[in-house]
């Protein structure tokens, strides 16, 4: 069981940048985001493996930017260009394999609050 804790969430107005944080307890090959709106299912928009190959979904594709710190177990998101349609609790994930299925996620964090105001 890896143990997963984001940071960095907030308020934010519609054209700004947040950085998300998530320090993992152990290493996991795959790693992801996920976020989940109200109302909403929870879905994946970017992943990440440890030799750096990525994906994200059409929604966030140019604007968010998913990296990571191997050596220090610690996964990011960067967001920018930010639309209030981004306004949800986001969860950092450890993946099975390369996707951004939910199915695919082995541990979930806690998740963080973004919110966005046009």
């Known amino acids: 069981q890896v143990q997963l804790a984001e940071s960095g969430g907030g308020s934010v107005e519609a054209g700004g940048s947040l950085k998300l944080s998530c320090a993992a307890s152990?290493?996991?090959?795959?790693m992801g985001w996920f976020r989940q709106a109200p109302g909403k299912e929870r879905e994946g928009i970017a992943t990440?493996?440890?030799?750096?190959?990525?994906t994200y979904a059409d929604s966030v594709k140019g604007r968010f930017s998913i990296s990571r710190d191997t050596p220090k177990n610690t996964l990011y998101l960067q967001m920018n260009k930010l639309k209030p349609e981004d306004t949800a609790t986001y969860y950092c994930?450890?993946?099975?394999?390369?996707?951004?299925?939910?199915?695919?996620?082995?541990?979930w964090g806690q998740g963080t609050q973004v919110t966005v105001s046009s």
């Open positions: 990440i493996s440890s030799g750096g190959s990525t």
């Open positions: 994930a450890t993946i099975r394999h390369f996707t951004l299925d939910n199915s695919g996620v082995s541990n």
């Open positions: 152990a290493y996991s090959y795959y």
